[in-house]
């Protein structure tokens, strides 16, 4: 059974930091790249950030210099270091798997995030 769940949200004042966790069982974790998405009130789902299976990152431009996606393969699992929180960073976030050039896929159930003072 595949399991697929984040963990680390929560509320934080601007300029706080979060670290977000997604935890997986039931699949060979080292073929998939990931990626992590948010999706605000009223908005689209974006991408934030994505890793492949060689490590390499690609982030949206609003987290560049502020967030950090890494995975631990001996652990299966992703992460996504958040600094300097902003009240836009405000949503619900979501952690993605997938097979590269392959339909197999996977989202967890999503974590919110809210940073408010």
């Known amino acids: 059974q595949v399991r697929v769940v984040e963990s680390g949200g929560g509320l934080v004042q601007p300029g706080e930091s979060l670290r977000l966790s997604c935890t997986t069982s039931?699949?060979?974790?080292?073929?998939?790249?990931m990626s992590w998405w948010r999706q605000a009130p009223g908005q689209e789902r974006e991408t934030v950030a994505n890793?492949?299976?060689?490590?390499?990152?690609v982030y949206v431009d609003s987290v560049k210099d502020r967030f950090t996606i890494s995975r631990d393969d001996a652990e299966n699992t992703l992460y996504l270091q958040m600094n300097s929180l902003r009240p836009e960073d405000t949503a619900f976030y979501y952690c993605?798997?997938?097979?590269?050039?392959?339909?197999?896929?996977?989202w967890g159930q999503g974590i919110q995030v809210t940073v408010s003072s």
């Open positions: 993605h798997l997938q097979v590269g050039g392959s339909s197999t896929q996977y």
């Open positions: 039931g699949i060979n974790f080292r073929i998939f790249a």
């Open positions: 890793i492949n299976i060689g490590g390499n990152t």
